[in-house]
């Protein structure tokens, strides 16, 4: 087992007029799930594959370990990495996919047996080790994927968008499977997603990427509460934080007619606007405050979330608020918001936290 360490790592596509990934920084713990997540573009992918030796290296180091692996061959790594495609060979039984690796390295039969065995067990795949793939579900065929990836006992597991494939009920259920099997097996894991929600749930942190640059990495609990910037705050959480732009006056911030406490020192130069983040669960029902006229109401039974529209200063804002699904208002209606004071967020003009 061994940690990874990034060091200023950069990517550049011939013909591109930015870094594919730019200058990154990162240290990954022995043992430790790392997601790395974002929109698609942002970069994760590519660090990936470097990471892999799939891609090249324009700057920087990685190393495994103490092991510098910069220039070294894909196959020298000592990783095993798993896609969102399976890459079974379709003609080969579950057994034979899954100690195929180690037969081409030259591995004993029965040692080969013997590993297949143990994975089958722990993977509860043991009756189907005669099957061929055809003859599997897209859960199973994943947890051959995975299979194939623990009987090499690899330093570091790459996966690649692994449950991509699967639908909405099965997802949840493996990747469920997946962080449950990483911390039994305690080997480092990179697992890349685009799924926000997906990350927050499986990674012991989250690294956010966009445009090749990484904006924040940090336990799940730590991204949702103390989000570094704008980007982070909209991107973590479902539905995404309440991000509105206002004004500062002479007393703090205001949210229409609604009064928002705010340490003064918090706004010494953060110049004439400043944007406030709220959380849908952090925007409470009020007889009195912002108004909201509502559009949507998605009732999920005991919570419903609320969507509507109001204004500040002039200008039209989308909200969302989550509230008791037995008690959902009506659409069309008006309902009233006041924020919790101990939960909203302030960024400044460059974007960053304040605060």
Do not use: W
Not at 180 to 190: C, P
Not at 285 to 293: K, N, Q, R, S, Y
Request: proline share 6%; with cysteine.
């Amino acid at each position: 087992m061994a940690g990874v360490t990034y060091d200023a790592v950069t990517r550049r596509y011939p013909g591109s007029p930015r870094a594919a990934v730019d200058a990154l920084d990162l240290e990954i713990a022995d043992g430790e799930f790392l997601v790395l997540v974002g929109p698609s573009g942002c970069g994760k992918t590519t660090s990936l594959r470097m990471l892999a030796g799939l891609e090249d290296i324009d700057g920087g180091r990685i190393r495994i370990g103490d092991r510098d692996v910069t220039g070294v061959a894909p196959k020298e790594r000592d990783i095993a990495m798993v896609f969102q495609n399976y890459a079974l060979y379709p003609h080969m039984s579950v057994a034979d996919n899954m100690g195929f690796a180690l037969k081409i390295a030259g591995t004993p039969k029965a040692e080969i047996a013997r590993r297949v065995a143990e994975a089958a067990r722990i993977l509860d795949l043991e009756q189907y080790l005669d099957r061929k793939p055809k003859a599997l579900s897209g859960g199973q065929r994943q947890r051959v994927a995975m299979g194939r990836a623990i009987v090499r006992q690899p330093q570091v597991f790459l996966m690649d968008e692994p449950l991509s494939n699967l639908d909405a009920k099965l997802r949840v259920q493996t990747r469920t499977q997946i962080a449950s099997l990483q911390r039994r097996l305690g080997v480092t894991t990179v697992y890349v997603t685009h799924d926000q929600v997906e990350a927050m749930t499986m990674g012991d942190r989250v690294a956010v990427l966009k445009d090749g640059l990484l904006h924040q990495c940090a336990p799940p609990g730590e991204l949702y509460d103390r989000p570094a910037d704008v980007f982070v705050a909209g991107f973590s959480g479902s539905p995404a934080m309440n991000l509105l732009t206002v004004p500062v006056t002479g007393d703090g911030i205001r949210l229409g007619d609604v009064p928002v406490p705010v340490e003064r020192d918090l706004l010494a130069g953060a110049g004439e606007r400043v944007t406030v983040g709220v959380r849908p669960e952090d925007l409470k029902l009020a007889d009195e405050g912002l108004p909201l006229e509502v559009d949507l109401v998605e009732e999920l039974g005991a919570d419903a979330y609320v969507y509507g529209r109001t204004r500040i200063d002039g200008a039209e804002h989308e909200l969302v608020t989550r509230v008791d699904g037995r008690r959902p208002p009506a659409r069309g209606g008006t309902v009233h918001l006041v924020p919790d004071p101990e939960r909203t967020h302030l960024f400044g003009a460059d974007g960053l936290r304040l605060g």
